[in-house]
């Protein structure tokens, strides 16, 4: 057996340990009030939902605020499109259940988790817009939100952790470069500067 075939056959045995510990944690919460409780924290996390949140305030904004505003939704959009593009090249297939058609039809892969990555993104930005003591509202709410992927049964736990850990990766990224973005692309960021182009 050369090396490829061992790596193969580790990566299979990961995925099994994986399958059976996400259907033990999915069984553990599987009662009809806490199935009802994660459904709605699962949708919680959908991107539609922070983008148009973000969209109706960033309307009634203005001067800083607008940019952040921008900034974050943004930075949403763009990181749920890439992840989407990411799971079809991964092509590790969703949980078998009937909960969730909306995300099963639209997107049938499972790894990583938008949801999760979304969450660690969302957490960098709430640290770096918020702080202290609101960001434990967002580490909450993330917490409870990705872990209702798995009991709704969308996902497995691979996909939320390490979907966790590229978010805020990604949010790391960023943040990083959010003055170059700000330089870079001023009208996305400025509504002031659009009277100049209408």
Known sequence: MDK????????????KLDEKYSEKFQKK??????????????????????????????????????????????????TAFFIFFLKKVIHRSRPEGEWGMVYRKRDPHSFPSGHAVRAGLILMLAW???????????????????????????????DIYLGVIFGLLIGCILIGSQDWIYQSFPLLFDRSGWVYIF
């Open 29 to 78: 919460f599987s009662t009809p009030v806490l199935f009802r409780i994660a459904a709605f924290f699962s949708h919680t996390g959908d991107s539609w939902l922070w983008c148009g949140i973000l969209f109706l305030i960033w309307i009634f904004s203005s001067g800083e605020q607008q940019k952040v505003l921008a900034f974050w939704g943004l930075s949403i959009a763009f």
């Open 128 to 158: 770096k817009t918020f702080g202290m003591p609101y960001f434990l509202v967002f580490l909450i709410w993330a917490v409870l939100m990705i872990h209702s992927r798995v009991i709704t049964g969308v996902h497995y736990l691979l």
């Open 4 to 15: 490829d075939e061992v790596e193969i056959n580790h990566m299979k045995y990961l995925l």
